[in-house]
């Protein structure tokens, strides 16, 4: 078989595609949430929201401030806490401590957590509350489900280029 002679002539690209890579710059960004564990919380915060991505891919991670909030008849539960949320393609994790309070009493709670995502930006996982001291509270159980979003719709905005030399 015998291939155009335009083919065989073609001046190698300039641009290696599979190689390029690109970064956001950093966002802060809001980050909503819900969670099971095992009665239902809602979850409010900021998150500053890192997204790179080339050809295999996007990626997000950051850390972020938030809090579970949990409304009663009768009392108001809040957990604020501390987090480090990543994401790759369709895989998802976080790592987060909160502090668990109505106000009277408290607990702290340190939660690994995998799952599920859209690159970091919408999270589905799984994780394991590791409950320290303080007072159990029968709405924080050893198992959280949770989804969360860092809303983060402008990220090419201010993007350049890592794989140059």
Known sequence: ML?????????????????????????TVLRVGGAFQPKAWLEVGLARHAVQWQALGIASSGPYVATDFRF???????????GYSFG?????????????TDFSRGQLVITPALGIGAAGFINLLYGYNARFGGSRFAEVGRHRLSISANLNFRYQQHTTRTDRH
């Not at 690209?13 to 890579?21: L, N, P």
């Not at 790759?88 to 668990?100: F, K, N, P, Q, V």
């Open 3 to 27: 291939l155009p002679s335009a083919v065989a002539a073609q001046v190698p690209d300039t641009v290696d595609w599979q190689r390029a890579r690109y970064r956001a710059a950093p966002r």
């Open 72 to 82: 009663t008849r009768d009392k108001v539960l809040l957990g604020p806490k501390v």
């Open 88 to 100: 790759a393609m369709a895989l998802g994790g976080d790592i987060s401590a909160a502090y668990y």
